[in-house]
């Protein structure tokens, strides 16, 4: 909210000059630091997708270090370790930011898979976990005490892709390519069971491991099977393949994608990206009259000065701005359990750049409808909004 973020920066300013109770009983916490922690791939495969994320987070904490003097005096530790989107990786960085580093929350985390490794024993060590960026339902439901997710999860986006390509486009031979991981096998049981509540079935499933570098085949097999409209239940890379390897067979459906598809796709499939339709939960970053989006590019071009803001970005830029406001309403004598309560008494919390966001002791879902998107001309084009709820 506006009018909240307005007074609690004054909340933050009218603390500085009191001073603040010590915390040094909380984990992550001291007179003069918070410590907060991360698992992020910064490099490897995913990178593209973690370094932005990793930076958006990185930009607000540093403004609010250096514009606000911290968050009651207390400067933020932002520690993001570089899993190489590897869960073996993600399970020994999260042992060290918890053992080691004393984190006090893990914030703007990235991927099901590395949540997946951790979720036990994040539970069992009571750390919170805020805005993460994976769509692994689990995160949010059944709701677990400490979890808060950002967006939305991968029912919303399995059953709101299946509805939009039988719905809204009408397509009579679904095809559906799928990294055979957590986040493709969770999106593929929602849009097998929407296909199946609408009365239809698919007419090609391509599944490939994570770890492919040759899509030719599955392109083939899709073009094959005749489908006419396919979800590519896909990180950015794999889908720019597929697009690629299908318009060097002359192959060209409909292609929807997830919230992976960023205009990035452009840059990595050329023409093969016109065209494709994808969902998202933010406005566009680089519009030049919406004053969230300005604040946001300011912010971040001046700790990462000649980066591109991408959704990715954005969306950890909002994550983190979502963390600031609730340890600042959870008080100069913070604690965990203050920190969660803060985030529970979230209602329609707003900042311009995505649909509001609640939350309440029965729920810590975040987004939930979505937005989509069509990348035309080298740009994103807004098309509707929709609400798997709704239909």
């Known amino acids: 909210m506006k009018k909240r973020r307005a007074a609690v920066l004054m909340g933050v300013v009218f603390a500085l000059a009191l001073g603040v109770a010590s915390s040094a009983q909380t984990p992550g916490v001291t007179d003069t630091t918070i410590n907060l922690g991360a698992f992020i791939a910064q490099s490897g495969a995913l990178a593209t997708i973690g370094i932005p994320v990793a930076h958006g987070a990185q930009a607000w904490y540093n403004y609010v270090n250096d514009e606000w003097g911290g968050i009651y005096g207390r400067k933020i530790n932002f520690i993001p370790y570089d899993d190489v989107f590897n869960p073996a990786n993600t399970v020994a960085g999260v042992k060290r930011l918890v053992e080691q580093d004393g984190i006090f929350a893990l914030v703007n985390s990235l991927g099901t898979t590395g949540f997946q490794a951790v979720r036990d024993y994040l539970i069992a060590n009571s750390v919170p976990v805020v805005t993460p960026h994976a769509n692994w339902i689990t995160l949010a439901s059944p709701v677990t005490p400490g979890w808060f997710a950002i967006q939305p999860n991968n029912e919303a986006f399995g059953r709101t892709l299946t509805q939009y390509a039988v719905l809204r486009l009408g397509a009579q031979k679904l095809g559906l390519a799928i990294v055979d991981d957590a986040m493709g096998n969770e999106l593929k049981t929602y849009a097998l069971d929407e296909l199946a509540r609408l009365g239809q079935s698919p007419a090609v499933i391509v599944q490939y491991p994570g770890t492919e570098t040759n899509f030719s085949s599955y392109a083939l097999q899709l073009r094959q ?74 912010i971040y071009n001046r700790y990462f000065p000649g980066e591109a803001v991408t959704g990715y970005a954005e969306i950890a830029f909002i994550g983190a701005q979502m963390v600031t406001d609730a340890l600042v309403q959870a008080g100069p004598d913070l604690t965990r359990e203050g920190f969660n309560a803060a985030l529970e008494t979230f209602t329609d919390w707003e900042h311009g750049l995505t649909p509001n966001i609640s939350y309440s002791p029965t729920d810590h879902a975040g987004i939930e409808a979505l937005w989509v998107n069509q990348l035309l001309g080298g740009t994103a084009v807004f098309l509707e909004e929709w609400d798997p709820r709704d239909h």
Request: aromatic share 10%; proline share 5%.
């Open 225 to 298: 099977a005749g489908a006419d409209v396919v979800l590519l239940f896909s990180y950015l890379r794999d889908a720019a393949a597929i697009l690629v390897e299908s318009s060097t067979l002359g192959y060209a459906p409909q292609w929807v994608g997830i919230n992976t598809i960023t205009l990035s796709l452009y840059d990595l499939a050329g023409t093969a990206a016109e065209g494709v339709i994808f969902p998202g939960f933010a406005t566009d970053p680089a519009l030049p009259y919406n004053i969230e989006a300005q604040q946001l590019r300011t």
